[in-house]
C-alpha cells in the first residue's frame, strides 16, 4: 500500500518539505473534500432512513442507522418520479446521441482547411459565442416552428454547443495527416476514414464531449419550464423542484407521506440521490481526459 | 480551381457540416430577426403563427426602448447584475487559481487524484442540485437551523435573506465550479519547463520566489484569456441559478437582467418591452467583450480573439 501513496522523487535542488506546509497543505485540501462530499453524505443518508430514524434525527441524518430503501420503493414503482426519470434518460440518450453525430461530423468537416467555404462556416460557427439571441426572440421561434409542448423543445434548440465543437475540432486537427492520407490513397472516403481511422484515435475526447452533452440533458430544466405545459412530461430536474423547492408531495405518494408510513424528507432525498447518481457514477471514469479537452479547447482556442 | 471542381471533391464534407450549420442558423441566427418586436407592439394573439403576429403588430419605434430606460425596476437589475460581477470577480476568481497551484504542488499521484476527483464532481450536479442541497444545509429547515434551534436559537433561514443573497449565490458558484476552474490552471501549469524551476532554484530561489517568477508569469496568460471572458460575460452572471431563488428573496435583491428580461417576457407575456431590455443587454454584452479583448491586447496578451 505504501508504494500507492508514495511521493514523486523530488528534484534534488528542491527544498525539503516543512511540516507546517504539508500540514497546511493536508487540512485545506481536506476541508476542500469535506465541502464536498459532507453534504452528499447527508443526502445519501437521509434517503436511506427510516421515517423514525429522521424524527429521532430532528430533519436531516448524520449517522447511518436502520437502513431502508422503502423511499426508493415508492418512487420508482410507477407514479410521477418514476415516469420523470424515464423522460430524463430518454431526453439525454436521443439528445446526446443526436448532439455526438451532428457534433463529431461538423467538427471533422471543419478540421479540414482548404474544404469550399471553411472559414466562413468556421467564422459563423465561432460568433455565436460573442452575442445571443436573446431569450425573447428564442422562445417566439420555438412558439412559431411549433416544438412546443414536444420533447424536441428539449432537444433542438440547445442540441450543439460550439465550445464541444471546436474542442472535438482541435482534437481532430492534432492527428498526424499521414494517417488519414495514407488511407485516401487507399481509396478511403471522408465517412470512413473519419470512422475506421479518426474516432478511434479520438477516444478520449469523445468520451469527455459526450460526458458533457449527456450532463447539459440530464441537468436541463429550463427548457422544459419554458416550452412544457403538461406536468406528464415535465423531466426529472422539474419534479425536483416541485418536490424540494415548493415542498410538494410527489403525486401518489402524498397518501402514504400522510399516512405516516413515509418520510416526506427521505423522499426528498431520495429523488436529489436519483438526480446525483448518474452523474456521480460517470464523471470519474471520464476524469483522466477532462486535462487535455479542456486544453485544447480553452487554451489554444 | 474552379468551384465547380471544388464542390465535387468537398462534397462529403460540406455535407458533414451542413447539420451543425442549419442548426445554428435556425437556433442561433435566425431569432436575432425576432428582436424586431422590440420596436413593435407585439400581440402574440393575433394568430397562432409567430411570424403573422409580427407582420401584423403595430409599429412604435423606440418608445418601448424608453420604456425601459425609464423603469427603475430596470436599473435595479443592472445594479444587482454589476454589484454580482464584481463580487464574484472578487471572491470566486482567485480561488481555482489558488486551488491548483495548492495541488500542483501535491506529490503524492494518488491523493491528487483523488482530490481531482471530489473536487471537479459539483461542477456535473445540475443548479436544481446544488440549490436544493444548499437549502438543505442552510435554509430555514435545514440542518443548520434546526442545531440552532435545539439550542434555542430561532429564525436562522439564509436562503431567504435578501441581505446575504448575492453571497450566498457566489458561495454556491464557488461550491460548484471553483473545483472545474482548476483544470485550465493544472493545464497550464504541465506545460512549464522543470528547467526553468532548476534554473531559478540554482540562483538562490526558494519556493516562494520560484512561485513568483515562474509559476506565475506561466499562468498569465490563461489569468488573462479567463479575465477577458468573465467581464465580456459580466452582464450575464449565473441565470438558472438566480432564477431558480428568485422568488425566495425577492426580486428586489435577486432581479439581475436576464431574470427581468424572462419576468417581463415569459412571464408577464410583454414581449416587447423584454425583447428590447434584452436587446439593451446583448449590445452592452457586446461592447463588454471587445473592449475586455482591447484591454488583453493593450497587455500584451492573446485574448480571447486574435488581432
Given at each position: 500500500m505504501t508504494a500507492l501513496w508514495a511521493a514523486e522523487p523530488r528534484p534534488v535542488w528542491e527544498e525539503k518539505p516543512s511540516r507546517a506546509g504539508l500540514a497546511g497543505k493536508g487540512v485545506v485540501l481536506a476541508v476542500a473534500c469535506l465541502a464536498v462530499l459532507f453534504p452528499l453524505w447527508i443526502v445519501v443518508v437521509t434517503s436511506l432512513s427510516s421515517k423514525q430514524t429522521i424524527q429521532e434525527a430532528g430533519g436531516l441524518v448524520l449517522i447511518p442507522r436502520g437502513i431502508t430503501f422503502i423511499a426508493y420503493q415508492e418512487l420508482l414503482s410507477g407514479g410521477q418520479v418514476t415516469r420523470a426519470a424515464l423522460i430524463s434518460v430518454g431526453v439525454t440518450l436521443v439528445g446526446t446521441a443526436f448532439s455526438m453525430t451532428v457534433s463529431v461530423l461538423g467538427a471533422y468537416g471543419l478540421?479540414?482547411?482548404?474544404?469550399?467555404?471553411h472559414r466562413w462556416m468556421l467564422m459563423l460557427l465561432l460568433a455565436t459565442m460573442f452575442f445571443g439571441a436573446g431569450l425573447i426572440p428564442t422562445y417566439l421561434l420555438v412558439q412559431t416552428l411549433g416544438l412546443?409542448?414536444?420533447?424536441l423543445a428539449l432537444i433542438l434548440p440547445?442540441?450543439?454547443s460550439v465550445f464541444n465543437i471546436l474542442v472535438l475540432r482541435g482534437f481532430f486537427m492534432g492527428i498526424s495527416p499521414e494517417l488519414t492520407d495514407s488511407a485516401r490513397i487507399d481509396g478511403a472516403g471522408d465517412l470512413r476514414i473519419l470512422w475506421t481511422i479518426v474516432l478511434p484515435l479520438s477516444r478520449a475526447v469523445i468520451a469527455v464531449i459526450t460526458l458533457f452533452y449527456a450532463v447539459g440533458y440530464w441537468s436541463a430544466w429550463f427548457n422544459a419550464s419554458l416550452?412544457?405545459?403538461?406536468?406528464?412530461?415535465?423531466?426529472l430536474q422539474n419534479v425536483m423542484i416541485q418536490l424540494v423547492q415548493k415542498q410538494e408531495p410527489p403525486v401518489g405518494l402524498g397518501q402514504a407521506i400522510k399516512a405516516g408510513q413515509l418520510s416526506q424528507l427521505a423522499v426528498q432525498m431520495a429523488v436529489m440521490v436519483m438526480a446525483l447518481l448518474p452523474v456521480a457514477v460517470l464523471s470519474p471514469f471520464v476524469q483522466k481526459h477532462f486535462k487535455k479537452g479542456m486544453l485544447t479547447g480553452a487554451v489554444k482556442g | 480551381m474552379p468551384l465547380r471542381v471544388r464542390l465535387r471533391r468537398d462534397r462529403v464534407l460540406i455535407l458533414m457540416t451542413l447539420p451543425v450549420v442549419l442548426l445554428v442558423l435556425v437556433?442561433?441566427?435566425?431569432?436575432?430577426?425576432?428582436?424586431v418586436v422590440a420596436f413593435q407592439d407585439y400581440?402574440?394573439?393575433?394568430?397562432?403563427n409567430g411570424v403573422i403576429s409580427i407582420l401584423e403588430s403595430p409599429w412604435v419605434g423606440v418608445e418601448q426602448f424608453q420604456r425601459v430606460f425609464g423603469d427603475s425596476a430596470f436599473w435595479d437589475a443592472v445594479t444587482n447584475t454589476l454589484v454580482l460581477f464584481i463580487i464574484q470577480l472578487v471572491l470566486f476568481f482567485p480561488i481555482p487559481i489558488l486551488l491548483a497551484l495548492l495541488i500542483n504542488s501535491v506529490l503524492r499521484p494518488r491523493v491528487r487524484a483523488f482530490a481531482q476527483a471530489v473536487l471537479y464532481l459539483?461542477?456535473?450536479?445540475s443548479w436544481v442540485l446544488v440549490i436544493t442541497v444548499f437549502q438543505q444545509i442552510?435554509?430555514?429547515?435545514?440542518i443548520i437551523a434546526q442545531t440552532l434551534r435545539q439550542r434555542g436559537?430561532?429564525?436562522?433561514?439564509?436562503?431567504?435573506?435578501p441581505e446575504v443573497f448575492k453571497f450566498l449565490v457566489t458561495f454556491e458558484g464557488v461550491w460548484k465550479d471553483a473545483g472545474w476552474g482548476i483544470i485550465v490552471f493544472l493545464a497550464a501549469l504541465t506545460s512549464v519547463s522543470p528547467d526553468l524551476y532548476e534554473a531559478a532554484a540554482m540562483d538562490g530561489a526558494n519556493r516562494w520566489r520560484r512561485m513568483w517568477h515562474v509559476t506565475l508569469p506561466a499562468l498569465r496568460p490563461v489569468i488573462a484569456l479567463l479575465l477577458v471572458l468573465r467581464v465580456g460575460d459580466?452582464?450575464?452572471?449565473?441565470f438558472e441559478q438566480i432564477l431558480l431563488q428568485r422568488d425566495a428573496v425577492g426580486?428586489?435583491?435577486?432581479?439581475v437582467l436576464d431574470t427581468y428580461v424572462w419576468w417581463n417576457?415569459?412571464?408577464?407575456?410583454?414581449f416587447s418591452y423584454a425583447a428590447a431590455a434584452g436587446i439593451v443587454k446583448g449590445v452592452v454584452s457586446l461592447g463588454l467583450v471587445l473592449a475586455a479583448n482591447k484591454i488583453a491586447h493593450l497587455m500584451g496578451e492573446q485574448g480571447v480573439y486574435k488581432k
Amino acid at each position: 500500500m505504501t508504494a500507492l501513496w508514495a511521493a514523486e522523487p523530488r528534484p534534488v535542488w528542491e527544498e525539503k518539505p516543512s511540516r507546517a506546509g504539508l500540514a497546511g497543505k493536508g487540512v485545506v485540501l481536506a476541508v476542500a473534500c469535506l465541502a464536498v462530499l459532507f453534504p452528499l453524505w447527508i443526502v445519501v443518508v437521509t434517503s436511506l432512513s427510516s421515517k423514525q430514524t429522521i424524527q429521532e434525527a430532528g430533519g436531516l441524518v448524520l449517522i447511518p442507522r436502520g437502513i431502508t430503501f422503502i423511499a426508493y420503493q415508492e418512487l420508482l414503482s410507477g407514479g410521477q418520479v418514476t415516469r420523470a426519470a424515464l423522460i430524463s434518460v430518454g431526453v439525454t440518450l436521443v439528445g446526446t446521441a443526436f448532439s455526438m453525430t451532428v457534433s463529431v461530423l461538423g467538427a471533422y468537416g471543419l478540421s479540414r482547411s482548404g474544404t469550399l467555404g471553411h472559414r466562413w462556416m468556421l467564422m459563423l460557427l465561432l460568433a455565436t459565442m460573442f452575442f445571443g439571441a436573446g431569450l425573447i426572440p428564442t422562445y417566439l421561434l420555438v412558439q412559431t416552428l411549433g416544438l412546443t409542448d414536444t420533447y424536441l423543445a428539449l432537444i433542438l434548440p440547445s442540441a450543439v454547443s460550439v465550445f464541444n465543437i471546436l474542442v472535438l475540432r482541435g482534437f481532430f486537427m492534432g492527428i498526424s495527416p499521414e494517417l488519414t492520407d495514407s488511407a485516401r490513397i487507399d481509396g478511403a472516403g471522408d465517412l470512413r476514414i473519419l470512422w475506421t481511422i479518426v474516432l478511434p484515435l479520438s477516444r478520449a475526447v469523445i468520451a469527455v464531449i459526450t460526458l458533457f452533452y449527456a450532463v447539459g440533458y440530464w441537468s436541463a430544466w429550463f427548457n422544459a419550464s419554458l416550452y412544457l405545459s403538461d406536468q406528464d412530461m415535465m423531466p426529472l430536474q422539474n419534479v425536483m423542484i416541485q418536490l424540494v423547492q415548493k415542498q410538494e408531495p410527489p403525486v401518489g405518494l402524498g397518501q402514504a407521506i400522510k399516512a405516516g408510513q413515509l418520510s416526506q424528507l427521505a423522499v426528498q432525498m431520495a429523488v436529489m440521490v436519483m438526480a446525483l447518481l448518474p452523474v456521480a457514477v460517470l464523471s470519474p471514469f471520464v476524469q483522466k481526459h477532462f486535462k487535455k479537452g479542456m486544453l485544447t479547447g480553452a487554451v489554444k482556442g | 480551381m474552379p468551384l465547380r471542381v471544388r464542390l465535387r471533391r468537398d462534397r462529403v464534407l460540406i455535407l458533414m457540416t451542413l447539420p451543425v450549420v442549419l442548426l445554428v442558423l435556425v437556433f442561433n441566427y435566425l431569432p436575432i430577426l425576432g428582436n424586431v418586436v422590440a420596436f413593435q407592439d407585439y400581440d402574440p394573439y393575433i394568430s397562432d403563427n409567430g411570424v403573422i403576429s409580427i407582420l401584423e403588430s403595430p409599429w412604435v419605434g423606440v418608445e418601448q426602448f424608453q420604456r425601459v430606460f425609464g423603469d427603475s425596476a430596470f436599473w435595479d437589475a443592472v445594479t444587482n447584475t454589476l454589484v454580482l460581477f464584481i463580487i464574484q470577480l472578487v471572491l470566486f476568481f482567485p480561488i481555482p487559481i489558488l486551488l491548483a497551484l495548492l495541488i500542483n504542488s501535491v506529490l503524492r499521484p494518488r491523493v491528487r487524484a483523488f482530490a481531482q476527483a471530489v473536487l471537479y464532481l459539483p461542477h456535473f450536479f445540475s443548479w436544481v442540485l446544488v440549490i436544493t442541497v444548499f437549502q438543505q444545509i442552510l435554509g430555514g429547515a435545514g440542518i443548520i437551523a434546526q442545531t440552532l434551534r435545539q439550542r434555542g436559537y430561532e429564525g436562522f433561514d439564509l436562503m431567504t435573506d435578501p441581505e446575504v443573497f448575492k453571497f450566498l449565490v457566489t458561495f454556491e458558484g464557488v461550491w460548484k465550479d471553483a473545483g472545474w476552474g482548476i483544470i485550465v490552471f493544472l493545464a497550464a501549469l504541465t506545460s512549464v519547463s522543470p528547467d526553468l524551476y532548476e534554473a531559478a532554484a540554482m540562483d538562490g530561489a526558494n519556493r516562494w520566489r520560484r512561485m513568483w517568477h515562474v509559476t506565475l508569469p506561466a499562468l498569465r496568460p490563461v489569468i488573462a484569456l479567463l479575465l477577458v471572458l468573465r467581464v465580456g460575460d459580466a452582464l450575464t452572471v449565473g441565470f438558472e441559478q438566480i432564477l431558480l431563488q428568485r422568488d425566495a428573496v425577492g426580486p428586489g435583491a435577486a432581479e439581475v437582467l436576464d431574470t427581468y428580461v424572462w419576468w417581463n417576457g415569459v412571464r408577464n407575456q410583454d414581449f416587447s418591452y423584454a425583447a428590447a431590455a434584452g436587446i439593451v443587454k446583448g449590445v452592452v454584452s457586446l461592447g463588454l467583450v471587445l473592449a475586455a479583448n482591447k484591454i488583453a491586447h493593450l497587455m500584451g496578451e492573446q485574448g480571447v480573439y486574435k488581432k
